[in-house]
């Protein structure tokens, strides 16, 4: 396929000014991932200034929001769905006038099963080392235990669970790479800044988990954006987003059983 030009988005015939751009990016971050980074870095200064070590601290991703399982099921779904809002937003700020209505997003549905298997070929690709980087940063004291789910076993369990990595795997890559890419590009920036400040982001709204975690999320997110560039695609991302955190989620509680040593939830929680 062909190489995607420098600037990674070709820009509508009128632009926003300078500033509005940037007000605009401002107030989608502030209402998404730039608000967890924010509290990410919080929670990384307060974890590396207790007496524990991050070796003996936990994250916990998916928990229960209440001690009824009726009313834990509506607090989860309402917590994804309205997660989901940020997109629905940028969705609107780069719709198109004409078809297809969401390319600048690096959406157009028009190859689903090419996507679907490039999703399922990067998830492979990145998640053994993903999980050698876990495995690493905890030998190393640098990651917290970090336990993805962590809900009461119900008819509903699983299924919220893939909810949830569904909305991490559209979140993330339609916000980060397909709208901050279109937006930054807008703005003048080249290739490679884009890449590698997108990638920043990235990790950082992953701190909360140690540093092990923003430097995978770091070296996923130059990857990732590497691959947006040359395809311009974000299905394929979103998918392997998806395929990932779902493996994650609902294999955790085989996992524990199978190797209590190093996903143990000794610590405290997050």
Do not use: C
Not at 68 to 96: E, K, M, S
């Amino acid at each position: 396929m062909r190489h995607a030009p420098d600037r990674v988005s070709s820009a509508p015939a009128v632009l926003p000014s300078r500033g509005r751009i940037w007000a605009e990016i401002s107030i989608v971050l502030a209402l998404s991932l730039g608000a967890s980074a924010i509290y990410s870095i919080v929670s990384i200064t307060n974890r590396l200034t207790r007496t524990e070590s991050l070796s003996q601290q936990t994250a916990t991703l998916n928990s229960s929001l209440s001690t009824r399982p009726n009313f834990d099921l509506i607090y989860q779904v309402l917590g994804i769905t309205f997660d989901l809002a940020p997109v629905a937003l940028v969705a609107f700020l780069l719709w198109n006038a004409q078809k297809p209505r969401l390319s600048r997003l690096g959406i157009d549905f028009t190859r689903p099963g090419r996507d679907g298997l490039s999703g399922l070929a990067l998830a492979l690709i990145i998640g053994v080392p993903g999980i050698a980087v876990y495995l690493g940063g905890r030998a190393l004291g640098v990651t917290v235990n970090v336990v993805p789910a962590a809900l009461d076993q119900y008819w509903w369990t699983v299924p919220v669970l893939l909810l949830s990595a569904l909305r991490a795997g559209i979140t993330e890559e339609v916000i980060v790479i397909g709208y901050l890419y279109a937006r930054l590009g807008d703005l003048g920036w080249g290739r490679w800044q884009i890449i590698v400040s997108t990638a920043i982001l990235r990790g950082t709204y992953h701190l909360y988990q140690g540093i092990g975690a923003f430097i995978g999320n770091v070296a996923m997110g130059l990857l990732f954006g590497w691959l947006y560039t040359r395809y311009r695609r974000v299905l394929p991302l979103v998918i392997a987003h998806t395929i990932i955190d779902a493996a994650i989620f609902v294999g955790y509680g085989w996992a524990v059983g199978a190797f209590p040593a190093v996903f143990g939830v000794s610590g405290e929680s997050n």
